[in-house]
């Protein structure tokens, strides 16, 4: 058991490494895409652009919160909400302007969204490279992986919306789609088990789809060739 | 050896020296989160602020001789922020209304090692009002049980929401009423667009929807019967620390509650430029009369009326549980009542019911040039109306009483009923104008028309 686990792990290294700039740009990529994504359903859902923005000082709030929180226990979900950056749309109809809604950048967050969008790039580079992974499986990782990646990044949104308390949280992206208030709310304790439900699929799949290859030298074979990849490789090259 | 001479010498000689030296001076920073856009958070924030009464209250003696202040403040649109901040140790002092204070309060008791203290309230209204349930101007619904089958808008987890949850729990309507999350702007916005059946928000939305001639009250918060309040938080860390500092901030907003029952046509015209909201609207909750009673007291009733916005939002949103007793404190409020030469138990013990206080209190005319009219009868007040529209003159606003609990509304949204004896009254609900007039064989008038009678024929 040990020994299959190692040798899956070992497949999924050489992948990586094989594939390291491909995979660290889809790592970007997909964390950037997911922002951008977050942001332009915010413009679709109130038909507003962001006009306004904010940077914060997240060294200095850490700081701040370290020296202020006796317990030790309290720091990491304190410092979980602090924001680096902030885009949102000010609605200067009344008053001297409400933050109607926003979408916040917390480090925390993104470091959760890096590791799902590699674990995401791995597993898309294991799809496409040949292993002794059936089709049947193959189609069945596929399917978890996706359900992983949904769950995390449901569960990752930043956005806030006044309504909501006006606080970034990630039942807000629910509620946006029309979820009723009560159950929004009353979903939102199990969004923890939710992303680690979903980490845990993109793992599982992970070591599905890295069953080595049986070409006799335990080499891992490339995907044929298509112009798309060819021109993948070749901006590589 | 010849370091340990050294090190000897040079412990002595910085003995000797630091009493000589100048005390390096201490700073305490004050950061205090408000909200611009709740009246009834004004005397601990925007007032305070711009008033510099803060300052004017800072201890500068004793412990406190060489210390210097950095006060800032910090303005938001809800609760839920400040609360995040406080946790953070971004703000030392937050002022919200009963839910959001209950939230925090409940989530700073979930921590190991953080608390805040419940240390003052801002203001109330007995009965409720300030939240209040509006519909677009032209709609024909007129009340509660009349909203079976629509769709109602309110921003959750805000005292409005708590409020209307109540109502539609009283009126047996929850499971007819489609319920919506949205924003008081955007709530507003689709009031005034006919966009939305009704909209349920806090204090002071639904008056500036009604001022604005978009909106409509149909039910107003004094009918579920739950007191509406506003407080002060601070971080127990903070107040133990500072307590004097902490005092003086609720001398502050006594001083604030005072400034404003003196001077309320001056105070809200300066919050007009403060806050941005207009000056009207603000009058119906800071004049003699108004919504807002400005009192920082801590009442037993409060405390019942926390708890049970508690087993609200545990019910709906499963917030952790709160310890009331841990949590509110008189001590600090006590203590500048006691330094303002005040009598605290005094001010506890009274309690303002609109419906008894407002009794009798003259009908208003806000005139552009000459300021607040007052007149003792209807017909006085319909009189000077159509005299001043005759000579083309600028009214902001007119101020009546609803007559079934009391509550200043504005004069173009009341409801008006003329008696078989010539006698006026007005109304806030049309159901309460019309079983009046059924009951007093009158009608049931607009302001335009019970004004139109005073318009001279020749």
């Not at chain 2, 007052?374 to 005299?387: I, M, R, T």
């Not at chain 2, 004896?421 to 159901?431: M, N, V």
């Amino acid at each position: 058991m040990a020994v299959a686990l190692r040798s899956r792990l070992t497949t999924i290294g050489d992948v990586l490494h094989r594939r390291f700039s491909l995979w660290l740009i889809l790592t970007l990529s997909f964390t950037v895409g997911y922002y951008l994504l977050l942001m332009a359903s915010l413009i679709l859902r109130f038909g507003n652009l962001p006009n306004y923005a904010r940077v914060y000082n997240w060294p200095e709030s850490v700081w701040t919160i370290v020296r202020s929180t006796p317990s030790i226990r309290d720091m990491p979900p304190i410092i979980a909400e602090e924001y680096l950056l902030e885009f949102g749309y000010m609605n200067y109809d009344y008053g001297l302007g409400i933050s109607e809604w926003a979408l916040n950048i917390i480090p925390y967050k993104v470091v959760l969204m890096l590791v799902l969008s590699g674990l995401l790039a791995a597993n898309l580079l294991l799809l496409r490279t040949k292993t002794s992974c059936s089709t049947g499986s193959r189609l069945k990782a596929g399917a978890a992986t996706g359900l992983g990646a949904g769950f995390v990044a449901v569960t990752s949104a930043t956005m806030s919306w006044v309504v909501c308390c006006a606080t970034p949280t990630w039942i807000v992206g629910l509620s946006m789609l029309g979820l009723g208030v009560s159950t929004a709310f009353w979903i939102e304790p199990i969004g923890p088990w939710l992303t680690a439900a979903g980490y845990l699929l993109l793992c599982f799949s992970l070591i599905a789809l890295s069953k080595p290859s049986d070409t006799g030298d335990g080499q891992i074979v490339e995907p044929a060739p298509s112009p798309q990849i060819s021109t993948r490789k070749g901006a590589h090259a | 050896m010849k370091h340990t001479t050294f090190g000897i010498g040079l412990g002595l000689a910085l003995a000797v020296s630091l009493p000589s030296l100048p005390a390096l001076a201490k700073t305490i920073d004050i950061a205090i989160g408000h909200q611009s856009m709740c009246t009834d958070t004004y005397t601990a924030g925007i007032v305070v602020k711009e008033l510099g009464l803060l300052e004017k209250n800072l201890p500068k003696d004793g412990a406190y001789a060489d210390v210097d202040y950095n006060i800032t403040w910090a303005d938001y649109s809800s609760g839920g922020p400040i609360t995040n901040q406080m946790l953070a140790n971004k703000l030392n002092i937050g002022v919200m209304g009963d839910y959001p204070l209950i939230v925090n309060g409940a989530k700073f008791q979930a921590t190991d090692s953080l608390r805040t203290l419940y240390i003052a309230g801002t203001g109330y209204n007995l009965k409720g009002s300030g939240n209040a349930v509006v519909v677009p101007v032209d709609s024909d619904i007129y009340s509660l049980d009349q909203l079976k089958g629509k769709s109602v808008s309110t921003p959750v987890g805000s005292a409005a929401w708590g409020m209307l949850l109540k109502a539609m729990q009283d009126a047996g309507i929850t499971e007819e009423v489609s319920l919506k999350n949205q924003s008081p702007a955007v709530g507003a916005a689709n009031i005034a667009a006919g966009k939305i059946d009704a909209h349920s928000d806090f204090c002071p939305w639904s008056e500036i929807m009604e001022f604005r001639g978009t909106g409509r009250k149909i039910y107003d918060g004094s009918e579920a019967g739950v007191p509406y309040l506003h407080g002060v938080v601070v971080r127990q860390d903070f107040a133990e620390e500072y307590p004097e500092v902490i005092t003086a901030f609720l001398k502050a907003v006594i001083e604030a509650g005072k400034w404003i029952e003196e001077n309320p046509s001056e105070a809200v015209d300066l919050m007009e430029k403060w806050t941005g909201v207009e000056k009207e609207v603000l009058y119906i909750y800071f004049s003699n009369g108004g919504h807002l009673t400005l009192d920082p007291t801590i009442k037993d009733k409060w405390v019942e009326a926390l708890k049970f916005d508690h087993t609200v939002l545990v019910k709906e949103k499963a917030i952790p549980p709160l310890d009331f007793d841990a949590w509110i404190t008189e001590d600090y409020i006590k203590a500048a009542y006691a330094d303002l030469g005040m009598d605290y138990d005094a001010d506890k013990t009274s309690v303002v019911d609109p419906e008894v206080a407002n009794a009798g209190l003259p009908a208003e005319i806000w005139h552009s040039r000459d300021g607040i009219l007052k007149y003792e009868s209807y017909p006085e007040f319909l009189k000077a109306v159509a005299d001043f529209q005759g000579t083309g003159a600028k009214l902001n606003a007119t101020y009546v009483y609803d007559k079934a609990t009391g509550l200043k509304l504005f004069g173009k949204t009341a409801y008006f009923v003329l008696a078989e004896d010539g006698s006026y009254e007005t109304f806030l609900r049309k159901p309460d104008a019309e079983a009046y007039a059924a009951e007093v064989k009158g009608e049931l008038i607009d302001l335009p028309t019970a004004v139109a009678a005073f318009i001279p024929t020749e």
